[in-house]
Protein backbone atom coordinates (compact mmCIF):
# COMPACT_ATOMS: atom_id res chain seq x y z
CA UNK A 1 0.00 0.00 0.00
CA UNK A 2 1.45 3.24 -0.70
CA UNK A 3 1.14 6.62 1.56
CA UNK A 4 -1.33 8.13 -0.11
CA UNK A 5 -3.49 5.54 -0.43
CA UNK A 6 -3.31 4.71 3.26
CA UNK A 7 -4.60 8.97 3.60
CA UNK A 8 -6.93 8.31 1.16
CA UNK A 9 -10.60 6.75 1.03
CA UNK A 10 -10.64 3.46 1.09
CA UNK A 11 -9.89 1.85 -2.55
CA UNK A 12 -12.85 -0.81 -3.56
CA UNK A 13 -11.10 -3.44 -6.16
CA UNK A 14 -14.39 -4.34 -7.94
CA UNK A 15 -15.47 -0.25 -8.39
CA UNK A 16 -18.90 0.51 -8.74
CA UNK A 17 -21.64 2.04 -10.38
CA UNK A 18 -22.61 5.61 -9.34
CA UNK A 19 -25.61 6.50 -8.26
CA UNK A 20 -27.53 9.47 -7.75
CA UNK A 21 -26.35 9.88 -4.29
CA UNK A 22 -22.78 9.57 -4.88
CA UNK A 23 -23.42 12.72 -7.01
CA UNK A 24 -25.30 15.03 -4.95
CA UNK A 25 -21.85 15.67 -3.03
CA UNK A 26 -20.67 16.99 -6.39
CA UNK A 27 -24.12 19.04 -7.52
CA UNK A 28 -25.44 20.05 -3.58
CA UNK A 29 -24.01 21.99 -0.78
CA UNK A 30 -26.68 21.80 2.16
CA UNK A 31 -25.41 23.91 4.68
CA UNK A 32 -27.41 26.97 6.88
CA UNK A 33 -26.29 29.91 6.11
CA UNK A 34 -27.68 32.90 8.87
CA UNK A 35 -27.70 35.52 7.19
CA UNK A 36 -29.67 38.37 8.06
CA UNK A 37 -29.15 42.08 6.15
CA UNK A 38 -30.98 45.41 5.09
CA UNK A 39 -31.11 47.38 2.12
CA UNK A 40 -32.40 50.47 1.40
CA UNK A 41 -34.74 50.36 -1.55
CA UNK A 42 -34.12 53.92 -2.16
CA UNK A 43 -36.45 56.86 -2.86
CA UNK A 44 -37.91 55.49 -6.24
CA UNK A 45 -38.01 52.03 -5.31
CA UNK A 46 -39.29 52.34 -1.85
CA UNK A 47 -42.46 54.67 -3.46
CA UNK A 48 -42.72 51.85 -5.78
CA UNK A 49 -43.07 49.11 -3.30
CA UNK A 50 -45.49 51.44 -1.17
CA UNK A 51 -48.03 52.24 -3.99
CA UNK A 52 -48.08 48.65 -4.42
CA UNK A 53 -49.60 48.26 -0.61
CA UNK A 54 -52.14 49.95 -2.47
CA UNK A 55 -52.37 48.34 -5.33
CA UNK A 56 -51.24 50.58 -7.44
CA UNK A 57 -48.34 50.68 -10.00
CA UNK A 58 -46.38 54.01 -10.50
CA UNK A 59 -44.02 55.05 -12.37
CA UNK A 60 -41.49 57.90 -13.37
CA UNK A 61 -41.39 59.80 -16.44
CA UNK A 62 -38.71 61.53 -18.09
CA UNK A 63 -38.88 64.49 -19.86
CA UNK A 64 -36.93 64.63 -22.21
CA UNK A 65 -37.12 60.93 -24.06
CA UNK A 66 -41.33 60.90 -22.38
CA UNK A 67 -40.36 57.22 -21.13
CA UNK A 68 -42.32 56.09 -17.79
CA UNK A 69 -39.65 53.86 -16.32
CA UNK A 70 -41.46 51.44 -13.97
CA UNK A 71 -40.12 50.01 -11.69
CA UNK A 72 -39.21 53.77 -11.55
CA UNK A 73 -35.91 54.88 -11.17
CA UNK A 74 -34.67 58.84 -10.32
CA UNK A 75 -32.69 58.83 -13.24
CA UNK A 76 -32.96 57.94 -17.06
CA UNK A 77 -29.97 55.89 -18.06
CA UNK A 78 -30.95 56.65 -21.76
CA UNK A 79 -31.07 60.89 -21.38
CA UNK A 80 -28.54 60.82 -18.62
CA UNK A 81 -30.95 62.81 -16.35
CA UNK A 82 -32.70 63.09 -13.73
CA UNK A 83 -36.76 61.79 -13.92
CA UNK A 84 -39.42 64.31 -13.40
CA UNK A 85 -42.61 63.20 -12.94
CA UNK A 86 -44.81 60.53 -10.87
CA UNK A 87 -46.93 58.76 -13.40
CA UNK A 88 -49.68 55.85 -12.13
CA UNK A 89 -50.22 53.06 -15.17
CA UNK A 90 -53.34 51.20 -14.65
CA UNK A 91 -50.94 47.75 -13.77
CA UNK A 92 -52.32 45.83 -16.88
CA UNK A 93 -49.46 45.06 -19.73
CA UNK A 94 -48.52 42.20 -21.63
CA UNK A 95 -46.42 39.28 -21.54
CA UNK A 96 -43.25 40.11 -22.86
CA UNK A 97 -41.57 37.10 -22.28
CA UNK A 98 -41.96 33.39 -20.67
CA UNK A 99 -40.67 30.60 -19.03
CA UNK A 100 -42.63 27.02 -18.17
CA UNK A 101 -40.61 25.88 -15.19
CA UNK A 102 -40.59 22.06 -13.87
CA UNK A 103 -37.91 22.91 -11.70
CA UNK A 104 -39.31 24.64 -8.35
CA UNK A 105 -37.41 27.29 -6.21
CA UNK A 106 -35.23 24.52 -4.88
CA UNK A 107 -34.12 22.90 -7.63
CA UNK A 108 -36.92 20.30 -7.68
CA UNK A 109 -38.70 18.68 -10.00
CA UNK A 110 -42.32 19.20 -10.33
CA UNK A 111 -45.18 17.87 -12.22
CA UNK A 112 -47.37 21.41 -12.06
CA UNK A 113 -44.85 24.19 -13.75
CA UNK A 114 -44.67 27.15 -12.31
CA UNK A 115 -45.21 29.86 -14.55
CA UNK A 116 -42.80 33.19 -14.81
CA UNK A 117 -41.53 35.69 -16.81
CA UNK A 118 -41.80 39.64 -17.38
CA UNK A 119 -45.00 41.54 -18.12
CA UNK A 120 -44.24 44.80 -19.56
CA UNK A 121 -46.69 47.41 -18.59
CA UNK A 122 -48.98 49.24 -20.26
CA UNK A 123 -48.33 53.28 -20.61
CA UNK A 124 -44.57 52.05 -20.25
CA UNK A 125 -41.99 51.17 -22.90
CA UNK A 126 -41.21 47.63 -24.21
CA UNK A 127 -38.68 46.11 -22.11
CA UNK A 128 -39.53 48.11 -18.94
CA UNK A 129 -41.52 46.18 -16.57
CA UNK A 130 -40.58 43.53 -14.05
CA UNK A 131 -40.62 39.46 -13.59
CA UNK A 132 -43.07 37.85 -12.24
CA UNK A 133 -45.70 34.94 -12.24
CA UNK A 134 -48.93 33.85 -14.50
CA UNK A 135 -51.56 31.95 -13.34
CA UNK A 136 -55.33 31.20 -14.65
CA UNK A 137 -53.99 30.44 -18.05
CA UNK A 138 -52.02 27.26 -18.92
CA UNK A 139 -48.73 26.62 -20.29
CA UNK A 140 -50.03 25.83 -23.89
CA UNK A 141 -52.22 29.35 -23.68
CA UNK A 142 -49.66 31.24 -22.51
CA UNK A 143 -48.37 33.34 -25.15
CA UNK A 144 -45.40 36.33 -26.08
CA UNK A 145 -48.58 39.61 -26.62
CA UNK A 146 -51.00 38.14 -24.38
CA UNK A 147 -52.84 41.33 -22.40
CA UNK A 148 -53.04 40.64 -18.31
CA UNK A 149 -53.72 42.09 -15.54
CA UNK A 150 -52.43 41.46 -12.01
CA UNK A 151 -54.40 39.97 -8.98
CA UNK A 152 -53.86 41.34 -6.11
CA UNK A 153 -53.21 40.03 -2.54
CA UNK A 154 -56.23 41.28 -0.35
CA UNK A 155 -55.16 44.43 1.16
CA UNK A 156 -54.63 43.61 5.02
CA UNK A 157 -51.99 40.69 3.58
CA UNK A 158 -49.93 43.48 1.60
CA UNK A 159 -46.71 44.29 2.74
CA UNK A 160 -45.05 46.41 0.20
CA UNK A 161 -43.37 43.30 -1.88
CA UNK A 162 -43.91 42.62 -5.47
CA UNK A 163 -45.43 39.63 -4.50
CA UNK A 164 -48.82 41.98 -3.46
CA UNK A 165 -49.46 40.67 -6.77
CA UNK A 166 -50.09 37.33 -6.59
CA UNK A 167 -49.58 36.76 -10.24
CA UNK A 168 -50.71 38.08 -13.73
CA UNK A 169 -53.58 36.75 -15.25
CA UNK A 170 -54.87 36.71 -18.90
CA UNK A 171 -57.04 40.28 -19.07
CA UNK A 172 -60.55 39.98 -18.26
CA UNK A 173 -61.98 43.26 -19.07
ZN1 LIG B 1 -34.98 59.83 -20.76
Known amino acids: MSKSQKFGPPLNPRGRRLEAKDLESITHVRAKVPVKYAWAAGTAMSRFLEELKNGRIIGRKC ?99 VLDIKYFRPRKK
Not at 90 to 115: C, H, M, Q, W
Not at 140 to 149: A, F, N, R, T
Request: aromatic residues 10%; glycine residues 8%; contains cysteine.
Open 63 to 161: ARCDRVLVPPRMFCERCFQPTTEWVYLPGTGVVETFSVSYIDTNANRIKEPILVGTVAFDGAPPHCGIMHYFGEVSPEELKIGMPVEPVWKPKEERVGS
